[in-house]
């Protein structure tokens, strides 16, 4: 059961905005793209990796709050495949980040019962980061709460490279015929495998655009977009975002019919 009361204090602005969620419509999966930390560094004069550092707390209270609204899914972009264009400085410092927030919440995710997951190629990382991963997933691997996904070194057009990598070469090893191949099988391929597709995308700091994140997954996502830089993000604009998400018509190509929602997802649209 949903504690109300942890999640936000009586007579708060975050608690007014969590009194009008349908906490029965919640979106099962969350995908966010934490965008705007260069920014936020440069506003305030500070270098961008500052902002990195300081997006660590919105990381955290994104992940303590869906967990406690009983979500099934969150997914954060953390590291692009395109990212690696980067100055080496910044990547080091980002890695480095991303292995103190696992030694430093790994037992708040054990406590919170959140299974922990990488998205993308995993095995192209340092060797360190490998490792810490590693270990988070290892701990973590018989929790059965939220799962906790994490897309590093990770890119829609490669993830879906990768699956049907997989799926031609059970092909041609014989385990598979290209007539069984249809949506579920790559989806079995897929970094996300097993979990529903994100319902809700929030994109901070108020650019437009998916930025090669969950192409295939993201399909019927509703999309919801901040100006809020990601260090600033905090638990009342994830509470905006679900009420504006309950707020849509989910018709997956359908129509409307007789007041009640289109049931499935229609092959066209229009």
């Known amino acids: 059961m949903i504690e109300l009361d942890s999640l936000a204090p009586p007579g708060s602005f975050e608690r007014q905005l969590l009194d009008e969620i349908d906490l029965a419509k ?3 999966h969350v995908a966010i793209i934490m965008d705007g930390n260069g920014r936020w560094a440069k506003q305030r004069g500070s270098p961008r990796v500052e902002g990195h550092r300081a997006g660590i707390a919105s990381v955290r209270e994104a992940v303590e709050t869906c ?9 954060i972009y953390a590291f692009s495949v395109e990212n690696w264009k980067r100055p080496r ?43 810490a991963l590693a270990q988070g997933l290892a701990a973590t691997s018989s929790c059965r709460g ?20 997989s799926l031609a070469n059970d092909v041609v ?11 579920e099988t790559l989806g079995s391929r897929l970094g996300t495998a097993g979990l529903p597709d994100p319902d809700l995308l929030i994109r901070t700091s108020g650019e437009m655009r998916v930025s090669n994140f969950l192409l295939w997954q993201i399909a019927y996502s509703e999309i919801w977009v901040t100006p809020t830089l990601w260090p600033d993000f905090r638990r009342r604009h994830l509470f905006e975002a679900i009420l504006d998400f309950q707020k849509r018509e989910r018709r997956y190509g359908g129509v409307i019919s007789e007041g009640r929602p289109a049931e499935g997802k229609a092959e066209a649209q229009g």
């Open 67 to 75: 967990a406690r609204l009983e979500l099934d899914a969150l997914t």
């Open 146 to 165: 939220m799962t906790f996904n994490i897309a590093l070194n990770y890119g829609g057009r490669t993830e879906i490279v990768d699956a049907c990598r």
């Open 26 to 28: 919640l979106p099962r």
């Open 173 to 183: 090893s014989g385990r598979l015929t290209p007539e069984q191949i249809d949506e």
């Open 89 to 131: 400085f910044e990547i080091v410092t980002l890695m480095s980040l991303l292995k103190e927030f696992l030694a430093k919440e790994l037992s708040n995710l054990l406590k919170n019962d959140i299974r922990f997951r990488v998205v993308g190629r995993m095995n192209e990382l340092d060797p360190s980061v490998q490792k």
